[in-house]
Protein backbone atom coordinates (compact mmCIF):
# COMPACT_ATOMS: atom_id res chain seq x y z
CA UNK A 1 0.00 0.00 0.00
CA UNK A 2 1.17 3.46 -1.04
CA UNK A 3 2.37 5.76 2.05
CA UNK A 4 0.08 8.49 2.54
CA UNK A 5 2.19 11.22 3.07
CA UNK A 6 3.69 9.81 -1.13
CA UNK A 7 -0.07 9.66 -2.17
CA UNK A 8 -0.36 13.04 -0.67
CA UNK A 9 2.57 14.56 -2.63
CA UNK A 10 1.89 13.13 -5.83
CA UNK A 11 -1.78 14.18 -5.83
CA UNK A 12 -0.76 17.94 -5.07
CA UNK A 13 2.14 17.36 -7.90
CA UNK A 14 -0.87 15.97 -10.02
CA UNK A 15 -3.25 18.84 -9.45
CA UNK A 16 -0.75 21.54 -10.18
CA UNK A 17 0.14 20.41 -13.47
CA UNK A 18 -3.19 19.72 -14.42
CA UNK A 19 -3.65 23.49 -13.42
CA UNK A 20 -1.45 24.19 -16.26
CA UNK A 21 -2.39 21.94 -18.59
CA UNK A 22 -6.06 23.00 -18.21
CA UNK A 23 -4.41 26.72 -18.90
CA UNK A 24 -2.62 25.64 -21.84
CA UNK A 25 -5.39 23.70 -23.64
CA UNK A 26 -7.91 26.96 -22.98
CA UNK A 27 -5.38 29.46 -24.44
CA UNK A 28 -5.41 27.08 -27.50
CA UNK A 29 -9.09 26.13 -27.30
CA UNK A 30 -10.10 29.65 -27.49
CA UNK A 31 -7.43 31.73 -29.42
CA UNK A 32 -6.05 33.56 -26.20
CA UNK A 33 -3.30 36.47 -27.49
CA UNK A 34 -0.11 36.18 -25.99
CA UNK A 35 -0.84 40.40 -24.93
CA UNK A 36 -4.00 38.73 -23.05
CA UNK A 37 -2.96 36.31 -21.39
CA UNK A 38 -0.05 33.80 -22.37
CA UNK A 39 0.58 30.16 -22.33
CA UNK A 40 2.65 28.71 -19.76
CA UNK A 41 5.02 27.62 -22.73
CA UNK A 42 5.32 30.78 -23.61
CA UNK A 43 6.39 32.17 -20.56
CA UNK A 44 8.59 28.88 -19.83
CA UNK A 45 9.90 29.53 -23.65
CA UNK A 46 10.23 33.85 -22.61
CA UNK A 47 12.12 32.56 -18.94
CA UNK A 48 14.67 30.82 -20.72
CA UNK A 49 15.22 33.06 -23.14
CA UNK A 50 15.70 36.04 -20.85
CA UNK A 51 17.37 33.91 -17.78
CA UNK A 52 20.89 35.41 -18.44
CA UNK A 53 19.03 39.44 -17.88
CA UNK A 54 16.73 38.04 -15.44
CA UNK A 55 19.14 36.45 -13.16
CA UNK A 56 20.90 39.79 -11.78
CA UNK A 57 17.53 41.10 -11.14
CA UNK A 58 16.26 37.73 -9.65
CA UNK A 59 19.34 38.22 -6.90
CA UNK A 60 18.64 41.66 -6.29
CA UNK A 61 15.04 40.71 -5.48
CA UNK A 62 15.71 37.76 -3.21
CA UNK A 63 18.47 39.61 -1.65
CA UNK A 64 16.76 42.36 -0.83
CA UNK A 65 13.86 40.68 0.46
CA UNK A 66 15.90 38.36 2.35
CA UNK A 67 17.22 41.46 4.40
CA UNK A 68 14.21 43.09 4.94
CA UNK A 69 12.44 39.91 6.29
CA UNK A 70 15.48 39.52 8.59
CA UNK A 71 15.21 43.04 10.08
CA UNK A 72 11.33 42.12 10.26
CA UNK A 73 12.04 38.85 12.27
CA UNK A 74 14.42 40.56 15.35
CA UNK A 75 12.10 43.61 15.46
CA UNK A 76 8.76 41.85 15.46
CA UNK A 77 10.17 38.92 17.95
CA UNK A 78 11.52 41.60 20.05
CA UNK A 79 7.91 43.76 20.05
CA UNK A 80 6.21 40.61 20.27
CA UNK A 81 7.74 39.52 23.86
CA UNK A 82 7.15 42.75 24.87
CA UNK A 83 3.29 43.14 23.87
CA UNK A 84 3.05 39.34 24.85
CA UNK A 85 4.64 39.81 28.42
CA UNK A 86 2.91 43.28 29.43
CA UNK A 87 -0.57 43.86 29.58
CA UNK A 88 0.97 47.89 29.37
CA UNK A 89 2.43 47.24 26.29
CA UNK A 90 -0.22 45.66 24.78
CA UNK A 91 -3.04 48.33 25.24
CA UNK A 92 -0.18 50.85 23.86
CA UNK A 93 1.71 49.13 21.24
CA UNK A 94 -1.20 46.61 19.51
CA UNK A 95 -3.68 49.41 18.29
CA UNK A 96 -0.39 51.62 16.83
CA UNK A 97 0.41 48.26 15.39
CA UNK A 98 -2.84 47.45 13.81
CA UNK A 99 -3.15 51.33 12.15
CA UNK A 100 -0.24 50.81 10.95
CA UNK A 101 -0.56 47.63 9.53
CA UNK A 102 -3.73 48.76 7.69
CA UNK A 103 -1.68 51.51 5.97
CA UNK A 104 -1.37 50.67 2.30
CA UNK A 105 2.32 50.17 1.87
CA UNK A 106 2.48 51.18 -1.41
CA UNK A 107 1.69 54.87 0.07
CA UNK A 108 4.44 54.26 2.00
CA UNK A 109 7.46 54.01 -0.50
CA UNK A 110 7.44 57.51 -1.94
CA UNK A 111 8.05 58.70 2.03
CA UNK A 112 10.91 56.34 2.00
CA UNK A 113 12.07 57.42 -1.20
CA UNK A 114 12.05 61.15 -0.06
CA UNK A 115 13.96 59.88 3.17
CA UNK A 116 16.27 57.41 1.54
CA UNK A 117 16.42 57.83 -2.14
CA UNK A 118 15.59 55.48 -4.54
CA UNK A 119 16.75 52.03 -4.58
CA UNK A 120 17.55 49.16 -2.69
CA UNK A 121 16.66 51.21 0.73
CA UNK A 122 13.22 51.68 0.51
CA UNK A 123 12.30 48.43 -0.62
CA UNK A 124 14.03 46.56 2.26
CA UNK A 125 12.58 48.64 4.76
CA UNK A 126 9.25 47.96 2.82
CA UNK A 127 9.73 44.12 2.62
CA UNK A 128 10.55 44.75 6.77
CA UNK A 129 7.11 46.31 7.47
CA UNK A 130 5.74 44.42 5.65
CA UNK A 131 6.73 41.31 7.59
CA UNK A 132 6.33 42.84 10.96
CA UNK A 133 3.28 42.37 11.63
CA UNK A 134 2.31 38.54 11.68
CA UNK A 135 5.11 37.45 13.57
CA UNK A 136 4.50 40.06 16.69
CA UNK A 137 0.74 38.82 16.41
CA UNK A 138 1.99 35.41 16.64
CA UNK A 139 4.59 35.92 18.99
CA UNK A 140 2.86 37.86 21.23
CA UNK A 141 -0.36 35.50 20.93
CA UNK A 142 1.69 32.33 22.09
CA UNK A 143 3.40 34.03 25.03
CA UNK A 144 -0.40 35.19 26.41
CA UNK A 145 -1.63 31.47 25.70
CA UNK A 146 1.47 29.71 27.91
CA UNK A 147 -0.56 27.72 29.77
CA UNK A 148 -0.42 29.52 34.03
CA UNK A 149 0.31 25.78 35.68
CA UNK A 150 3.98 26.06 33.64
CA UNK A 151 4.64 29.32 34.90
CA UNK A 152 3.45 28.35 38.54
CA UNK A 153 5.11 25.33 38.50
CA UNK A 154 8.37 27.90 37.50
CA UNK A 155 7.52 29.76 40.15
CA UNK A 156 7.29 27.10 42.69
CA UNK A 157 10.71 26.59 41.90
CA UNK A 158 12.58 30.26 42.57
CA UNK A 159 12.45 30.89 38.82
CA UNK A 160 12.66 34.92 37.82
CA UNK A 161 10.72 36.19 35.22
CA UNK A 162 13.59 36.09 32.76
CA UNK A 163 13.86 32.36 33.16
CA UNK A 164 10.39 31.31 32.67
CA UNK A 165 10.40 33.45 29.65
CA UNK A 166 13.35 32.00 28.13
CA UNK A 167 12.12 28.24 29.72
CA UNK A 168 8.84 28.12 29.01
CA UNK A 169 7.01 31.01 27.16
CA UNK A 170 9.73 31.29 24.15
CA UNK A 171 9.42 27.16 23.49
CA UNK A 172 5.64 27.94 23.79
CA UNK A 173 5.44 30.04 21.05
CA UNK A 174 7.93 28.64 18.36
CA UNK A 175 4.85 26.90 16.62
CA UNK A 176 3.01 30.80 16.55
CA UNK A 177 6.40 31.95 15.57
CA UNK A 178 7.51 29.65 12.25
CA UNK A 179 3.58 29.68 11.46
CA UNK A 180 3.93 33.25 11.26
CA UNK A 181 7.26 33.01 9.53
CA UNK A 182 5.75 31.25 6.10
CA UNK A 183 3.22 33.78 6.11
CA UNK A 184 5.83 37.06 6.62
CA UNK A 185 8.22 35.78 4.10
CA UNK A 186 5.37 35.66 1.12
CA UNK A 187 4.91 39.82 2.21
CA UNK A 188 8.10 40.26 2.47
CA UNK A 189 8.00 39.37 -1.45
CA UNK A 190 5.08 41.20 -2.18
CA UNK A 191 6.70 44.78 0.08
CA UNK A 192 9.53 44.39 -2.62
CA UNK A 193 8.18 44.17 -5.50
CA UNK A 194 5.83 47.02 -4.72
CA UNK A 195 8.88 49.06 -4.20
CA UNK A 196 10.77 47.96 -6.64
CA UNK A 197 8.05 49.15 -8.85
CA UNK A 198 7.60 52.71 -7.63
CA UNK A 199 11.77 53.77 -6.76
CA UNK A 200 14.29 51.09 -8.18
CA UNK A 201 15.87 50.38 -11.06
CA UNK A 202 16.77 46.83 -10.39
CA UNK A 203 14.65 44.01 -9.23
CA UNK A 204 12.22 41.97 -10.80
CA UNK A 205 9.62 44.22 -9.69
CA UNK A 206 11.11 46.84 -11.78
CA UNK A 207 11.42 44.55 -15.10
CA UNK A 208 7.77 43.88 -14.84
CA UNK A 209 7.05 47.17 -14.70
CA UNK A 210 9.03 48.42 -17.97
CA UNK A 211 8.08 45.11 -19.38
CA UNK A 212 4.01 45.94 -18.65
CA UNK A 213 4.47 49.26 -20.68
CA UNK A 214 6.16 47.43 -23.43
CA UNK A 215 2.97 45.34 -23.54
CA UNK A 216 5.66 42.52 -22.99
CA UNK A 217 2.91 40.18 -21.23
CA UNK A 218 4.92 37.33 -20.98
CA UNK A 219 8.03 38.63 -19.39
CA UNK A 220 5.57 39.81 -16.98
CA UNK A 221 4.02 36.70 -16.67
CA UNK A 222 8.03 35.03 -15.98
CA UNK A 223 8.50 37.68 -13.41
CA UNK A 224 5.68 36.20 -11.70
CA UNK A 225 6.94 33.15 -12.14
CA UNK A 226 9.78 33.48 -11.10
CA UNK A 227 8.31 35.48 -7.51
CA UNK A 228 6.51 32.36 -6.98
CA UNK A 229 9.12 29.84 -6.94
CA UNK A 230 11.47 31.91 -4.93
CA UNK A 231 7.80 32.10 -2.33
CA UNK A 232 7.49 28.50 -2.53
CA UNK A 233 11.39 27.77 -2.25
CA UNK A 234 11.25 29.87 1.38
CA UNK A 235 7.94 29.08 2.55
CA UNK A 236 9.60 25.24 2.09
CA UNK A 237 12.75 25.72 4.02
CA UNK A 238 10.64 27.43 7.06
CA UNK A 239 8.02 24.31 6.72
CA UNK A 240 10.96 22.02 6.75
CA UNK A 241 12.50 23.73 10.07
CA UNK A 242 8.92 24.00 11.62
CA UNK A 243 8.49 20.27 11.13
CA UNK A 244 12.33 19.71 12.90
CA UNK A 245 12.05 21.99 15.71
CA UNK A 246 8.57 22.32 16.54
CA UNK A 247 7.55 18.46 15.82
CA UNK A 248 6.69 18.03 19.42
CA UNK A 249 3.68 20.67 18.97
CA UNK A 250 2.08 18.56 16.13
CA UNK A 251 0.10 15.63 17.79
CA UNK A 252 -1.56 14.59 14.66
CA UNK A 253 -1.48 14.84 10.86
CA UNK A 254 -4.83 12.93 10.12
CA UNK A 255 -6.43 16.40 8.49
CA UNK A 256 -4.23 15.83 5.97
CA UNK A 257 -4.13 12.52 5.15
CA UNK A 258 -7.73 11.97 4.25
Not at 44 to 68: D, E, F, K, N, S
Request: with cysteine.
Amino acid sequence: MMDPQLRRRIASVGFIIGFFLLWEALCWLFGVSDIVLPKPSQIIVTLVQRMPALWPHTIQTLYTTLIGFGLGIAIGITLGVVIGSSRLAYDVAYPLLIGFATIPKVAVVPIFVLWFGAGAVPAVLTAMIMSIFPIVVNVATGLATTEPELEDVMRALRASKLDILWNVGLPRTMPYFFASLKVAVTLAFVGTVISETVASNRGIGNVMMIASSNFDVPLVFAGLLILAVLGVALYAVFSLLESRITGWAHRKDEFAMG
